[in-house]
């Protein structure tokens, strides 16, 4: 019998070892200059649930952002897009319970008013705050809960793990467990290229694109790196695309999404711009994290059992290989056969497929939880018992070839399971 | 309290009576010149199931056909193709039980022979067969069940209805109930102009696109008309076009997927051509049966309790209307909330704006089940009591206008429920 070995190849690197930088404690407030608090506004009727995080610099700061490219996007991502555009801000503050979309005028004044509170609390202009929403989706947002807790909420920030902790507890919705990263690292950024230690940190909500009655994916990134706005937002924008974007529970995008960057530069060091020799490393560590965030949401994605990454190889254009990659990660019946435990490459190979992209059958190999599957388009001999013992494991990696060309993809997506549907199809009957 | 009427459309017709036909007995036997048979040929185990479907026409005939645009096809489908494109068929022959895909060179040859075998009990030419197969992918066909199977299919042939329905059994996969369709009407291809008395039949197999371990959708449809080739293709493309190619049950695109077209011309008559005047009318009849099919196979959808016909109005283009349509129709969130008896025009609208599509929101008009619930971007009243009893009829009506020009576009789909994910994810475990 004809042994086949897995498909070879190198997967995009998730490891901040490569860029200099390894984990830590502190969440979004491992970056210096940054404080966080998560507390109970209002927003949901249970008074031990956190409904509002403000994640805050000690000063103005440079900050860059990106937002859903939903047409339906929600009064917050409006005031937020124009406001992240100057490249500055002093704070970020996101409510859950209510996503303040699809609430026309109203909507928008309240987005300003509570942005307008909080200014107020800090001492800053407006302009400075920016604001996020997730939760109902069509109801008129209160600006009670504001009133007295925008003013809470900024006597309530502090600058260590636990804040930062509540923070991330604050913005969830369905989502199961917090989802936090920090990094340390350095950068030659001291006088004569000295090393100076600088940090990434961050949080994220987000379990389906939509929840029960619409949810989202909201993140905050901080960062104490000296950077200019320009190389902030090329970074972030970066890492989004090879990240956050590639993450997909469920194909449906909200209206709420949205990513913010603050960079305190409060490590000090010469500022980076995106020729500086530091930037590669910078924007590495900060892909990472944010990596490391989508590989949550993914984990946590609405009734998931397994974590499922999609790598497409071989593709002849980056597009072609994220679209294959895509089709593979949303096709349900890929979704339920990992739920199912079923290695049903067949239905990779028909995702694979029907997605529009130009192969030839015959070019493509596929290997499943790392054992190969197909070749040339063929089936080959599976040890299907050995296939069941690593269904076990957490993650399931699915991996095509097209025989095309060079370009690849990865995305990560969960399997399908009956809790899916219950969280989405129940919770009114 | 602003009252609003529901979004005021002319939904395409799916009537044949607009074309002076009206549903009458036979299925895929109503056409004249044409038998079938559905008989245990041995692709199942089960012997009382019926795997093998012959539709014949007495002598060859006309035909046209459309294949699955996925780039794994099937061998019958390289097959298929090839032959169809003459233009002549005697008889289509279909199995379930196995896919014949992914199969190589071996399935080639296979599916080869089993035109042979039905070509030699036929006594005509083996390029006149047609052939179709769904079932398990990536297993090698058997030729065996083929060589007594063929011959006893032809000696089963008869010309009536309780043969056209043993044909459409035969094809049935996680189908749960055999689909087919016969019109009859007249059309003015007698001498001069007299009204010659035609019918269409046919029958559609398709549950998921892809089921258990891989299935498709096959549909046979026959007409006894005088048509030539050339316009009997126009005529398929363009009814697959806004029937079978409007059906989504879950996104996922078989491989196998086969639609053929045999007109025996057995009515009599001067034939039609695309330029006849009696051309639309055929057009329009075989458009209307082929609609009925795919409404059936969207009501059959794996799981599905609820058939959802979303109306896309309003569009700049067709091309956006249909885009827009597909990502509603194609949205989990939005199937399981059907399943959940929930109008959630909010994931309907985030499914609309996540497309790509331009629009702005404060443009949209939504209407759920007959009912107003968003009126230019902004949520209206809703009498949820009678939402709820609105919901317990078997269709659900999804009608969004955009605002943006007059193109338009409809899409059948179904509700996303547990058993499609048992169906789908639990037959391993």
Redesign the interface.
């Known amino acids: 019998m004809t042994s086949y070995e897995p498909i070879s190849f190198t997967p995009p690197t998730a490891d901040p070892a490569t860029y200099g930088f390894a984990p830590c404690e502190g969440g979004v407030c491992a970056a210096q200059g940054i404080s966080a608090s998560g507390t109970h506004a209002g927003f949901r009727a249970d008074p031990n649930r956190l409904d509002l995080a403000v994640v805050a610099a000690d000063e103005a700061c440079v900050c860059a952002a990106t937002f859903t490219?939903?047409?339906?996007?929600a009064a917050p991502v409006q005031v937020s897009r124009q406001r992240a555009a100057t490249g500055v801000a002093r704070a970020v503050m996101l409510n859950s319970g209510n996503a303040n979309?699809?609430?026309?005028e109203q909507g928008l004044a309240v987005a300003k008013e509570s942005a307008h509170l909080l200014a107020q609390a800090l001492g800053c202009p407006d302009e400075q705050v920016l604001v996020a929403s997730t939760g109902?989706?069509?109801?008129q947002q209160d600006i009670a809960p504001y009133v007295g807790g925008a003013s809470a909420a900024v006597a309530a920030l502090g600058a260590d793990e636990a804040h930062a902790h509540a923070a991330a507890r604050a913005v969830m919705t369905t989502d199961t467990v917090p989802k936090e990263v920090s990094l340390e690292g350095t950068l030659p950024i001291g006088p004569d290229g000295a090393p100076v230690t600088v940090h990434v940190g961050g949080f994220v909500k987000g379990a389906?694109?939509?929840q029960p009655?619409?949810a989202t994916m909201l993140s905050v990134v901080t960062t104490d790196v000296p950077i200019t706005a320009a190389a902030a937002h090329a970074a972030l924008l970066a890492a989004v695309r090879s990240s956050f974007n590639k993450v997909t529970v469920?194909?449906?995008?909200?209206?709420n999404d949205s990513c913010f960057l603050l960079a305190t530069g409060a490590a000090g060091g010469t500022t980076i711009d995106e020729g500086s020799p530091a930037f590669d490393a910078f924007a590495g560590a900060l892909r990472c994290a944010c990596e490391t965030l989508a590989r949550k949401i993914a984990a946590d994605g609405e009734g998931a059992t397994k974590l499922v990454t999609v790598d497409v190889l071989g593709a002849a254009t980056d597009a072609d290989a994220d679209t294959v990659a895509r089709s593979i990660a949303?096709?349900?019946?890929v979704k339920?056969?990992v739920?199912?435990?079923?290695a049903?490459?067949?239905?990779v190979?028909?995702?694979?497929?029907?997605c529009?992209?130009?192969?030839?059958?015959?070019d493509?190999d596929i290997d499943f939880l790392g054992m190969p599957v197909?070749r040339a388009?063929?089936?080959v001999p599976v040890d299907e018992d050995d296939m069941l013992r690593r269904f076990e494991g957490p993650e399931v990696p699915i991996v095509v070839s097209l025989g095309q060309g060079s370009a690849a993809a990865r995305v990560w997506t969960c399997?399908?399971?009956?809790e899916?549907?219950?969280i989405?199809?129940?919770?009114?009957?």
Chains 1, 2 share one sequence.
Request: charged share 15%; aromatic share 10%.
């Open positions: 490219q939903n047409r339906f996007c979309a699809s609430t026309g109902v989706i069509g109801q389906g694109m939509i009655n619409m469920d194909s449906d995008t909200s209206t949303n096709s349900p019946l339920t056969a739920f199912g435990h079923d049903n490459w067949g239905r190979a028909a995702a694979a497929g029907k529009g992209v130009a192969f030839d059958q015959y493509v197909l388009g063929m089936p399997d399908l399971s009956h899916y549907v219950t989405n199809g129940d919770y009114r009957t």
